[in-house]
Nanobody, 125 residues
Framework: QVQVVESGGGLVQPGGSLRLSCAAS????????MGWYRQAPGLERELVAR???????AYAEYVKGRFTISRDFAKNTAYLQMNSLKLEDTAVYYC???????????????????WGEGTLVTVSS
């Protein structure tokens, strides 16, 4: 079992900045990729940013140039630096971890997705 926990959400004014953290914990796994998703009331959950173990990144068009994802997978942690925040960035932000779990001493493995409970980001004046 892998636990994923987000932190860093809160209230921020338009144009402000916020840094989110995501930590995965457990035993017998390594990170394939971690990503941030968000969901506003009445809308579908959508990708914000994603980063792989080799550092490749992908961003939603609406955050390019404003948000930066980074990671320290040795610590099973990913970050989302959010700058120039807009009212429409208000949402619950969820962390996703795609992990590889070794299931025997011969090296057999399974890949699984795990989600955190989310952290609320509110952008308001």
């Amino acid at each position: 079992q892998v636990q994923v926990v987000e932190s860093g959400g809160g209230l921020v004014q338009p144009g402000g900045s916020l840094r989110l953290s995501c930590a995965a914990s457990g035993r017998g796994f390594s990170i394939n990729a971690m990503g941030w998703y968000r969901q506003a009331p009445g809308l579908e959950r959508e990708l914000v940013a994603r980063i792989t173990s080799n550092g490749n990144t992908a961003y939603a068009e609406y955050v390019k140039g404003r948000f930066t994802i980074s990671r320290d997978f040795a610590k099973n942690t990913a970050y989302l630096q959010m700058n120039s925040l807009k009212l429409e960035d208000t949402a619950v932000y969820y962390c996703n971890a795609n992990v590889r779990r070794i299931v025997n001493v011969e090296g057999a493995y399974v890949d699984k997705e795990y989600w955190g409970e989310g952290t609320l980001v509110t952008v308001s004046s």
